[in-house]
């Protein structure tokens, strides 16, 4: 016998404040729940030397410290914001915080290979329940127009910064303290967020419903199979078997995944949102913005610490300017919008990151950081700070009150997805290029090295300087290339895909247009 849901008492959910302060804390709490998980993703690369150390990594299985975490935070995205729109969000989101907080405690006390690798596995479940239904509850706490606009202003400036932040966070913890401080910081970060949301985020309405598990676990496994065929193709190579039986696997179960939506009443990902075409068009620039920006970072990274000798603390604050940019174009963006609509933002946006990522295709071993690199990230970041809000608006706008946490969910995995798969691209093709030119290279080494660098040469497999420089430099610059033009893609599915409505700049405005507003 079915029970009856119960009346929702309204005070039960409300938060203790509210108001503008109320919301400011509110807004404060969401987005520093969004900068932890965001940030995990690149603090843990400067780390990763330290980590190989201690735990006697070998190099193939490094790799898999990020990956692990980026597998399963980007598979379970989907399932996490529609979790959110069943069960409620504030709910669904102080689990997500806490688990996060757990997991980053079991990677610090980790003492072998496994156990991290395990933990970090979990900090993806953690991190793909509370990221979506983090953006959800911004719909759900603040009102249409300016005030929402300005809230996905911070969120977004959050997002697209959260990597450089992590760099500076990473290279202070590492250098002045120990490794496990990168993991050990999140505790108590989660455990304030967990108290503060009860307290200054009100409840979602739940929509009853079921989990769609046959979806969930078709579109999980669909993605964890694309995601390593791309990561096994930048280390064994596309003919190996393993990145061929990963790319089929992915194939079959994305295409039962679409089968089982279709047939679904309650989808995991509701399939309509995708005959929007200014949402389609979205999805396919966060695809290209998060295959470019992974790129710009962990590039940069290799060659400013290889290349330039800077200290995981210097390569840190050498990033800190970009996270600066973006906050000033996220502030413009979301104050303009009204005025202009978001589509001149994602075009302009498209462009800037296009230019600054070839900008930097000029880099050599030679280059500077204040000559060379300065200039071309503080290019990219501006447009990255017009992007990202632009993006989450058009995401989020004319979705149903209900389907919220699945229309943030696929925001999210997009942008997560095609970080990693954008990434394993470009490692590709800056291990081809960097291969090219290694075979230039040895064979000047060994005409004009000592006999003590040979025997060096041959036990190691590395290039010192400055031959192994142009190695790297060559790769990197060619990885600038390919990162260049998924921007440019980003910039054409922007100019001749995406359609503002004047309904849509009347919402930004706070009025009411026709369909139904986030």
Request: aromatic share 10%; proline share 5%.
């Amino acid at each position: 016998m079915s029970r009856t849901p119960e009346p929702k008492t309204p005070t039960a959910t409300a938060p203790r404040k509210s108001g503008k302060d109320g919301k400011g804390i509110a807004l404060f709490v969401i987005a520093s729940c969004q900068l932890m998980v965001v940030l995990d993703i690149t603090i843990v690369n400067i780390a990763l030397p330290h980590i190989q150390t201690a735990l006697d990594f070998s190099t193939t299985s490094l790799s898999w410290v990020v990956n692990a975490y980026t597998l399963t935070f980007g598979g379970l995205l989907l399932l996490g914001g529609r979790a959110g729109d069943i069960l409620g969000r504030r709910r669904v989101f102080i689990f997500g915080v806490l688990l996060f907080g757990l997991a980053s405690l079991f990677c610090g006390l980790a003492q072998s290979e496994w156990q991290l690798l395990a933990a970090r596995a979990l900090q993806g479940v953690g991190g793909a329940i509370a990221s979506p239904t983090s953006l959800s509850l911004i719909t759900t706490t603040f009102d249409e127009g300016p005030e929402r606009n300005r809230a996905f202003g911070v969120f977004a400036g959050v997002s697209a910064g959260g990597g450089a932040i992590g760099l500076v966070a990473g290279g202070m913890l590492v250098q002045w303290l120990d490794w496990r401080w990168i993991f050990f910081v999140n505790v108590p970060i989660a455990l304030i967020i967990a108290f503060l949301t009860p307290r200054h985020v009100k409840e979602s309405e739940r929509h009853p419903g079921h989990f769609d598990l046959a979806g969930a676990l078709t579109s999980t496994l669909g993605m964890v199979a694309l995601v390593y065929g791309f990561i096994r193709a930048a280390q064994e190579g596309w003919s190996d078997p393993y990145t061929i039986g990963s790319f089929v696997a992915a194939v079959v179960l994305l295409a039962t995944f679409i089968l089982i939506e279709r047939r679904s009443q309650q989808p995991i990902t509701p399939l309509h949102m995708f005959a929007d075409r200014n949402r389609s068009g979205t999805y396919v620039i966060m695809l290209c913005l998060a295959a470019a920006i992974f790129g710009m970072f962990f590039f940069l990274t290799l060659f400013v610490q290889q290349v330039l000798g800077f200290s995981p603390l210097a390569t840190g604050l050498a990033f800190l300017p970009v996270s600066a940019i973006i906050g000033v174009g996220a502030g413009l963006t979301s104050n303009l919008l009204p005025r202009y609509g978001p589509k001149p933002f994602m075009v302009v946006g498209s462009v800037l990151a296009a230019a600054g990522l070839s900008w930097l295709t000029l880099t050599d071993v030679d280059s500077t950081y204040l000559g060379s690199i300065l200039g071309p990230i503080l290019v990219f970041g501006l447009g990255m700070g017009l992007m990202f809000v632009s993006l989450t608006i058009m995401a989020l706008s004319n979705v149903e009150t209900q389907e919220s946490g699945a229309a943030s969910g696929l925001l999210n995995a997009t942008q997560q997805v095609g970080g990693s798969l954008g990434l394993s691209i470009l490692v590709t093709v800056f291990g081809t290029a960097s291969r090219n030119e290694a075979d230039t290279q040895v064979p000047l080494f060994l005409s004009q090295a000592t006999p003590m660098q040979k025997a060096e040469f041959a036990r190691t497999g590395q290039l010192p300087a400055p031959w192994g420089d142009q190695v790297l430099t060559s790769g990197v610059s060619a990885g600038f290339v390919t990162a260049a033009i998924f921007a440019v893609v980003g910039a054409l599915v922007a100019l001749f895909v995406i359609q503002v409505r004047q309904s849509d700049i009347d919402r930004l405005k706070g009025g009411v247009g026709p369909g139904v507003g986030v």
